[in-house]
């Protein structure tokens, strides 16, 4: 047997004992599938449009590939017309990307995508690339229309606001009020104000639900600690009640440092949207909550973010000289 036989040998009993043995370290293809209705001011523009919405990928080493491959079958079996994706492609590093494009290009619709905080650690511009190679139109402070079956949906994207990113003004220049649209931003609690510049239905991500959700332990963390007004699911309003607009917080598929996923709510998640259907109309898995209190971020923690992002280009481009991808297979964690 070579060496390189031996060692895969090794890894791949590693990856076994992994699974099988330490409850920690949750490999589960376990997912929830989740569907809802659309706002009803979409009724009279829109008929059985079909939203598929996925985020936090984090596809890198915490995440079998084989939990972003579920991911995008159980999308692909749901027939969405279009997929968003609503930030947090990878981890720290750039050394999965082209795993990255491989995941999103075997999604069978049209996919629009916003980047989230993790895609600005490890690089924004090669993330985009990554994304687009694969098939998917980045959103970046932009909005862009698609056609289907005659029906107009202008899918309006928000770069990260946790990292400073965000340019509402930017990305709502040029957007026709005659015509529905969908808003993506990685952090939810931005659709406040999409909601007042008439975007009424927004998917985020971010909060991973808390991946702890006993005991209510979500609301602990994400809530109290980490100051969200929204954690996990539907908030706002799909009527015609203030505030005039919803937000769907999805608990995501991956994560990027503990892989721990514990409760309901925690489950990896795809949800799909009914869009020009009437809330009610199905099943749902539940209908508008209330939001939490939140807690704006200060100014000062608004900077550390931001400085964050300079840190680690800078920390990048010296460890890699002119800024080409590090070639390691390894990921920094
Ligand atoms: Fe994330």
């Known amino acids: 047997m070579s060496r390189f036989a031996t060692i895969e040998g090794l890894r791949k ?45 984090h596809v890198g080493r915490v995440t079998p590939m084989e939990v972003q491959y579920d991911a995008v079958s159980m999308t692909n079996a749901g027939k969405p017309d279009i997929v968003v994706i609503s930030g947090d492609f990878v981890c720290h590093s750039q050394v999965y990307l082209a795993d990255l494009t491989d995941v999103i290009s075997k999604i069978d619709a049209p996919v629009f995508a916003v980047l989230g905080n993790h895609d600005h650690w490890a690089g924004a511009q090669p993330v985009r690339e990554a994304l687009r190679r694969g098939g998917a ?5 932009a909005h862009t229309t698609i056609t289907i079956r005659n029906q107009p949906l202008q899918i309006l994207g928000l770069d990260d606001a946790y990292t400073g990113h965000a340019d509402r003004h930017a990305a709502l220049k040029g957007l026709r009020p005659d015509q529905p649209v969908i808003g993506l931003s990685h952090i939810a609690e931005e659709a406040d104000a999409l909601w007042e510049a008439g975007v009424p239905l927004v998917f ?8 702890v959700t006993v005991a209510r332990l979500h609301e602990l963390s994400v809530g109290k600690l980490a100051g969200h007004k929204y954690i996990h699911g539907l908030y706002g309003s799909r009527g015609t009640e203030d505030p005039k607009g919803a937000v769907y917080v999805g608990a995501g598929v991956g994560a990027a440092l503990v892989p721990l996923r514990v409760g309901e709510r925690a489950k990896r998640e795809v949800a799909f ?45 010296r460890r890699n000289g002119n800024g080409k991808p590090p070639t390691s297979a390894v990921e920094p964690s």
């Open 13 to 57: 009993f590693r990856q076994t004992l992994l699974r099988e043995r330490d409850p920690w370290h949750d490999t589960s293809r376990r997912f929830r599938i989740r569907r809802f209705a659309g706002p009803e001011c979409f009724l009279e523009h829109l008929e059985g449009l079909r939203v598929g919405h996925l985020t936090d990928l």
């Open 273 to 317: 949207f009914e869009l020009g259907m009437q809330p009610g109309a199905f099943d749902e898995h539940h209908r508008e909550q209330p939001a939490h209190a939140g807690r704006v971020p200060s100014s000062k923690t608004k900077e550390r973010r931001a400085d964050a992002v300079r840190r680690k280009q800078e920390r990048r481009d």
């Open 204 to 211: 985020s991500g971010h909060t991973h639900a808390g991946q």
């Open 137 to 141: 139109e980045v959103l970046d402070n």
